[in-house]
């Protein structure tokens, strides 16, 4: 009988197997898209350069570069779903014990199975409705497009199963199985006549009920967004679910968010060819001899490398482990730099290029340049707040073993730094001038890299290369599928009639701008916490927004407002994610960093007031 029972909870899934469906993916799915990454960038940049340079502008490389992104989006989402790499909330789960883990872990899986599942038909339907469409410059048929999503979503559904077969026992594949199954089946033959006449309250049983579970149990947040928003239309309207692929393509094809993957890929070259160690070393030798001096370091290394990596944990990764043994070594608490250094993510959130600026640009449709001349100010205004907590801190610290370089050094330092630094002034001018759009300026930011890391630096991997490719696949996936998703549910909230509740309710609030202002801080810095930055301004972004404009506030300012409550909620415990990612990569325990974290959150969330109350912060230099 042990014999029996132990085979019965055995893993299910071979060695051989999983190392079969391992070459799988190399070759079908992860090669492919490794090749759509360098692609985009030879497309982009030349198209670029012949507009610029030659001012002979090709036609059809935009075109081309939509097509194939979307491709990328849907490939990197399923390199990201094999390597357990999409966004989760696991803040409720991680402290559970590994059976019960497991058990939710098996749950979960399964109710990803269902949801791509039920997307196969309708992305089917979806592919079928194209084909005989053809696109306006390339004229090929737009079937190319829609292909992406019906092929992405049938390998992510065979990723799922071997996923949920690799890592889940017999036991508990049969019995989460039965259990979604069971679940599903009821909806549908006995509560689906019922939900059909129950109107607007089916949004508190699929976008609260539904969704809040699937979250709070680790469902991927891209996959809980669409299960809800799928059963919504399936068991209460009569939509056609093949609407469903139709607003994820919609949502995964606008071509700003082709600046996503480009800036991904170029914070990886960025670290890999030195640019990155170079600025540091140079602020160190500027004023890490202060006082507090390799924490000043530190917040303006995130400050002027942030946002070009599109991950905050890439920037901070970039930073930290560079400074914090000699910080230590001054005397500095381990609680105290993990504060710091999730303070300094959270601030930098609306710094150019930020992904989440572009990300708000593509949803909001609010110009990229304002963004990206309105994000300046407000992380100044952080930096500062935190600045002082610094200098509190650290107004006692033995400075005895931090000698003033000479001046020969710093020159020299600053020599060797000038190319790293030249980079984000050259990203962010062009952008704010005028000279290139986003997509455009970080393929020029990718070329100056390699040329700066081979020729300057002389540090060039190219083992790296290809790992660096797939990364920027994975991540570009998990984000984009967010977007995709998450433009369905938004799509659905307001076709139900609550765009318009939405409305009348944050019209009404107390106190006129300042009042809708101060609300919708909070609402963020809640949201940021449980639903991280892009599904939080994807899915909210185009429904508040617009109430903004109608109350009087100025749409950069909103932004600005929103996405540092999202990054303050982000980064703060005990739910924001950030907050965890920095403790990984300081290697200190949450526990021992978690008392010490509040008075970094305590100087942004004063920050946070005076961008509220002060909109010149935001727009004072458009």
Not at 445 to 468: C, E, H, K, N, S
Not at 588 to 598: L, N, Q
Request: proline share 5%.
């Amino acid at each position: 009988m042990e014999h029996a029972a132990e085979t019965f909870a055995r893993p299910s899934c071979t060695p051989s197997a999983t190392a079969f469906w391992g070459r799988i993916m190399a070759s079908v799915v992860e090669v492919p898209a490794a090749l759509i990454v360098l692609a985009e960038i030879l497309i982009l940049g030349g198209g670029a350069f012949a507009r610029y340079a030659l001012h002979a502008p090709i036609p059809w490389t935009d075109e081309l570069a939509s097509i194939l992104f979307l491709w990328l989006a849907m490939l990197g989402a399923i390199i990201a779903l094999h390597r357990s790499a999409h966004m989760q909330l696991t803040t409720f789960i991680k402290d559970l014990s590994p059976a019960r883990r497991a058990w939710l872990d098996a749950l979960g899986m399964w109710l990803v199975v269902a949801f791509l599942l039920l997307l196969v038909w309708p992305a089917w339907e979806h592919l079928t409705e194209h084909l005989e469409v053809t696109t306006p410059t390339l004229e090929v048929s737009e079937g190319y497009r829609a292909a992406a999503v019906f092929v992405g979503t049938v390998l992510m559904l065979v990723t799922a199963i071997m996923r949920l077969l690799e890592r889940s026992a017999w036991r508990q594949i049969f019995v989460c199985g039965l259990l979604v199954a069971a679940g599903g089946g009821v909806l549908w033959w006995m509560l689906s006549p019922a939900l059909m006449e129950l109107g607007n309250a089916n949004l508190v049983i699929f976008f609260l009920l539904m969704l809040v579970t699937c979250v709070v149990i680790g469902v991927p947040i891209a996959f809980a967004f669409g299960l809800a928003t799928l059963s919504y239309l399936a068991l209460s309207t009569a939509t056609p679910l093949s609407i469903i692929p139709n607003r994820m393509q919609e949502g995964m094809s606008h071509l700003i968010l082709l600046a996503v993957p480009l800036f991904v890929f170029l914070g990886g070259l960025i670290e890999m060819t030195g640019l990155a160690r170079a600025m540091i070393n140079f602020l160190v030798t500027l004023i890490g001899h202060m006082r507090g001096g390799l924490q000043y370091v530190l917040l303006g290394a995130m400050y002027i490398v942030s946002g070009i990596s599109g991950a905050k944990a890439a920037d901070m990764a970039a930073v930290a482990p560079a400074l914090f043994p000699e910080m230590r070594k001054r005397g500095a608490k381990d609680g105290d730099l993990i504060g710091l250094l999730s303070a300094s993510g959270a601030m930098s959130e609306t710094i150019p290029p930020s992904i989440v600026l572009i990300t708000v640009g593509s949803v909001t449709g609010v110009s990229i340049t304002s963004l990206f001349i309105g994000g300046l100010m407000p992380a100044v205004v952080g930096l500062v707040m935190m600045a002082f907590v610094v200098w509190f801190q650290t107004r006692n610290e033995d400075k005895s073993a931090a000698a003033r370089p000479p001046r020969r050094e710093i020159l020299k330092a600053l020599l060797v730094a000038l190319p790293a630094l030249a980079l984000p002034v050259i990203i962010r001018s062009a952008v704010v001038e005028g000279m290139a759009t986003a997509t455009e300026v970080s393929t020029i930011g990718i070329f100056y890299t390699v040329l700066a890391g081979a020729v300057i630096y002389r540090q060039f991997d190219w083992r790296r290369i290809y790992p660096m490719l797939l990364d920027t696949a994975a991540l570009s996936g998990a984000i984009l599928l967010i977007v995709g998703c998450a433009t369905t549910m938004a799509w659905a909230l307001t076709q139900s009639g609550f765009a318009e509740d939405l409305v009348g309710i944050m019209s009404a609030v107390p106190g006129g701008k300042i009042g809708f202002l101060l609300v919708s801080a909070l609402a963020f810095v809640v949201l940021g916490s449980l639903l991280e930055g892009i599904p939080a301004i994807v899915l909210f972004g185009p429904l508040l927004f617009p109430i903004a404009k109608l109350v009087g506030v100025h749409e950069v300012h909103y932004a600005m407002v929103v996405i540092f409550a999202m990054g303050l909620g982000l980064f703060a415990p005990p739910f924001g994610v950030g907050f965890y990612a920095a403790c990984a990569i300081g290697r200190v325990s949450p526990d021992v960093a978690m008392p010490r974290v509040w008075p970094h959150m305590a100087a942004l969330f004063i920050a946070l007031l005076l961008l509220t109350l002060v909109p010149w912060f935001s727009i004072g230099f458009l």
